[in-house]
């Protein structure tokens, strides 16, 4: 409506002008069809653009400030009604809030408002090398939703989707450097999908390679530097955060993640949980907890269960006595069913290590009827909680191995005598344990004599042990460049069936012989 009243009153002072000179009728009618044509045309055609206030509306959505973002794109809506960006930077809201809440009610309504975008930027400049790469980016990002919410069939298609819109649009647009960095996340999603699905994935035409993509999403980080892209440098760390601690799970993850961190702006909430969650899933739960503590905070910031989550297992990993609390907290609070089971668990084991039994069974019980099991984490919860109590001197150890306190974890194991353990499970998890201990403190000799025993203890057994014993020493074999024992040890994991976890270890060990066949 606005455009077409533009359109009218600029016709009204053009005819004014042609009225006081001497125009022929054939200049009028030959002079209005140009002016006519060039209106609608920007009209309809007007463009994607990643302006100042775009910008800050994006960079507020990175650091949780869902408020201020929507206020920028408000603003944006009012002073460019014509710009396809905001559309994008809604999704981009939808896609954080969603991966940080976890809320069910929102994501049935996430679900429902993507055909309504992915049609506005169809009505927009098919020439701008945006047209395309939105739309590639709404469907990725639902992709990556639905994956967490475990709509696996049609993440699948979404993914897919996203692939071959960004495919297109980097044959148009070469130079057009964001495409770099969707298709280097789409490589290493595809290149980890489980075994369970690969079925789907070869029907589709779907492969990855986790490796390669990792190098892409690096390179664009490297080539944003200083450009007019820059403003992406803080969803990039995050994708590499992503993709090094939780899909490649390297030795150096920590090193490498931490100073790309420190590159976010400091002002950011999700730079804060970033920080905490890589120091907390790499065995620094002291620094996880400082990064936790300074965390910004306020009412410009979006709510972040999380948070507590992270806190409350990071400080049970150092036996704190607030554990509960914060444990407790997330229990209450979160909007997810996710993690609530493994929620639980924890709090039954803060019980079980102050010997109070009673509180113990009680949260066995929630761990047994309450939240979902989407997650491994969540499946693993169930399992153990339906299993033989664990020795507490074994869960111990377990716990200050998580929080990176190896010589404690050390301590705790060489106070137990093998034969003394009553249970096939308590003496597997003894030999896995003191292996991953010595791993992390670059022992490899001792590590690699423990995972061995692990595998032969527990080579026909269902808990993950031999399997992930056999994958991490895999792990060391490539790592100290003996690639022929490495192959072997991947090839064995691959080899043992039935048990926890099977997909992801399947997922590394098949990535480990396509490293080492590169």
Known sequence: MQGHQRLIATSRLINTHILKSNYSGMQYKYFITLLLFFGIHQSVNAGFVFNPNSIAAYQAIFDLRFND???????????????????????????????TSENKIEFEKFKNRKSGRIDVIKKNDKNSPYYLFAQAEIYLQSAMIKAKFGEYMSSTYDFKKAKDLLKENNEKYKDFLPNQKSLGLIEVIFGAIPTNMKGIASVLGIEGNITKGNRQLERFRLQIANSKFSYYNDEIVFLLCFTNVDVIQGRN????????????????????????????????????????????????YADLPLMNY??????????????????????????????????????AF???????????????????????????????????????????????????????????????????????????????????RFARTYDMMNDFDDALL???????????????????????????YEYIKNDKKAAE????????????????????????LRRLSE
């Open 69 to 99: 973002a929507r206020k920028y794109i408000r603003d944006e809506k009012i002073n460019n009604p014509q710009n396809g960006i905001p559309v994008l930077l809604e999704s981009y809201i939808d896609y954080l809030f969603l991966l």
């Open 489 to 512: 040890y991947y090839n064995m994991a691959l080899g043992m069936k039935n048990h926890e976890y099977q997909i992801g270890i399947d997922t590394h060990a098949k990535e480990g």
């Open 450 to 476: 423990y995972y061995q025993r692990t595998i032969n203890l527990g080579k026909n057994q269902s808990y993950y042990f031999a399997a992930y014993s056999a994958l991490k020493s895999g792990n060391i």
């Open 253 to 300: 993850s920590y090193s490498y993640v931490t100073p790309l961190l420190n590159s976010m702006n400091d002002k950011s909430l999700l730079k804060a949980y970033l920080q905490g969650y890589t120091a907390f899933r790499t065995g620094h739960a002291d620094a996880a907890i400082k990064f936790i503590e300074a965390a910004p905070k306020g009412s410009q």
């Open 310 to 347: 992270l806190m409350g297992n990071a400080k049970l990993c150092r036996m704190d006595s607030d554990a509960n609390f914060y444990l407790s907290k997330f229990a209450n609070e979160t909007l997810s069913t996710n993690y609530i089971k493994d929620t639980y668990l924890r709090l």
């Open 350 to 432: 803060y019980y079980l290590i102050r010997n109070n039994i009673s509180q113990y069974n009680y949260y066995l019980t929630l761990v047994r009827t309450k939240g979902s099991v989407i997650n491994e984490k969540d499946k693993q919860a169930l399992k153990e909680a339906n299993d033989v109590k664990p020795n507490l001197t074994l869960l111990k150890a377990r716990l200050y191995f998580d929080g990176g306190s190896y010589n404690n974890a050390l301590a705790q194991l060489k106070s137990i005598q093998v034969n003394d353990l009553k249970s096939q499970r308590d003496k597997l998890e003894f030999y896995y």
